[in-house]
């Protein structure tokens, strides 16, 4: 069931330059989106949400961008940094149909900012 | 910055033995979850809980699994008679509010049954 994709499985960058990670989606009742970012051995980290009323949302270096006709997504970080290396986890919650915020996950883009 | 924990890191066990899984959420979240993730696969949901009850479940939440609050502070999961393929990292997670409130996750539990 791939309602929430991350096609690309890996993404490498060079520190300083512009890491772009996408995400699409399958279901037009999906309302609120989250970018999670993972590192080995710990927790998914809350990093960025959207809601389906906005197109953009801003936080620092991340922004997140939603285009809601092409059921897609897609998270700017700006400059990345070394740092920023991590497994990163697109969400989405469909609380309209749902009785709590059961996200469903993308299977995940790693990322490596190279020095 | 508040957080929620989970013990233990990490739980061996053999096929067929009960575990628990522990679990505190953020002292004024109201709402707890559990999921997992078997290795090299997607997060998925598990079980939502409020009010002291489940509010929503998955269809791997079958009758060998139980979520239960037994105090003000723990969340608890239990799965009644483990098999090989319940290994996985199970995660807590909490959140506030319903809706466009976000989930705050634990660092996990890795389930190793044998």
């Known amino acids: 069931d791939q309602q929430v994709k991350q096609n690309s499985p890996s993404l490498s960058v060079q520190e300083g330059r512009i890491s772009i990670l996408n995400c699409d989606y399958t279901n037009s009742m999906f309302d609120y989106f989250l970018w999670y970012k993972k590192y080995p051995a710990e927790g998914p980290t809350f990093l960025i949400s959207i809601s389906s009323i906005k197109d953009k949302n801003e936080d620092g270096r991340f922004t997140v961008f939603l285009n809601k006709s092409a059921k897609h997504l897609s998270l700017h970080i700006v400059p990345s940094q070394p740092g920023d290396s991590a497994v990163y986890f697109c969400a989405a919650n469909p609380f309209r149909i749902s009785a709590t915020n059961k996200l469903i996950f993308g299977t995940g883009t790693l990322l490596a900012v190279q020095p | 910055e508040p957080e929620v924990t989970q013990t233990p890191s990490h739980q061996v066990t053999q096929m067929g033995q009960e575990v628990i899984l522990r679990c505190v959420p953020i002292s004024n979240h109201l709402y707890f979850y559990w999921y997992r993730q078997i290795l090299g696969q997607k997060v998925e949901f598990l079980v939502s809980f409020y009010n002291n009850e489940i509010s929503e479940k998955s269809e791997i939440f079958d009758d060998q699994f139980s979520v239960e609050r037994p105090d003000g502070s723990n969340f608890t999961l239990k799965i009644r008679s483990t098999k090989l393929e319940d290994s996985a990292m199970y995660f807590c997670?909490?959140?506030?509010?319903?809706?466009?409130?976000?989930?705050?996750f634990g660092n996990g539990t890795r389930l190793t049954v044998t």
């Open positions: 997670a909490s959140t506030k509010d319903r809706g466009e409130s976000p989930l705050h």
